[in-house]
């Protein structure tokens, strides 16, 4: 009966070896799966946070929205009032630039070497009269 229950043990040890390198590889799964679970959970509990705090977004945008088209309405009407009153008076590009050279009191000169130089406008008579007679007084 000693030799029996040896062989017993020995074929079962071997048995067991076996089965511990699968009990093993089950743990390790097991504990992967619970780390998984736990990850997903504390996900989880943010969510409602998250969600709470989009709402909190969306009531803002909301509140903000009927001022933002009250003043894109009121863009488009300038930006339409623009475009009439360009159509009503068109200036050119010619007519702009002489507009700007008689505020600043200058006139054109030839282009030197691609670059337009401006001098000042030549005065009347009577305008150098007028300075004398200032500069005398």
């Known amino acids: ?13 071997t048995y067991w070896k076996e ?26 509990i943010h969510i409602p946070m998250k969600i709470e705090n989009l709402n909190q977004k969306v009531d803002e945008i909301l509140k903000i ?25 068109p200036e050119t590009s010619k007519s702009r630039q002489e507009r700007i050279r008689d505020t ?5 000169l030839l282009h030197q070497k691609g670059k337009a130089m401006e001098v000042p406008k030549l005065k009347t008579r009577d305008e150098r009269i007028r300075e004398v007679i200032n500069a005398i007084k």
């Open 1 to 13: 009966m000693g030799k029996f229950l040896h062989n017993y043990i020995m074929a079962n040890r």
């Open 19 to 44: 089965l511990e390198s699968d009990t093993s590889k089950i743990s390790q799964d097991l504990r992967e799966i619970q780390k998984t679970v736990q990850d997903y959970g504390h996900r989880l």
């Open 65 to 89: 929205l009927p001022d933002l088209r009250k003043d894109l309405i009121d863009l488009k009407t300038d930006v339409a009032d623009l475009k009439k009153n360009q159509r009503d008076s």
């Open 104 to 108: 600043l009191g200058t006139v054109p």
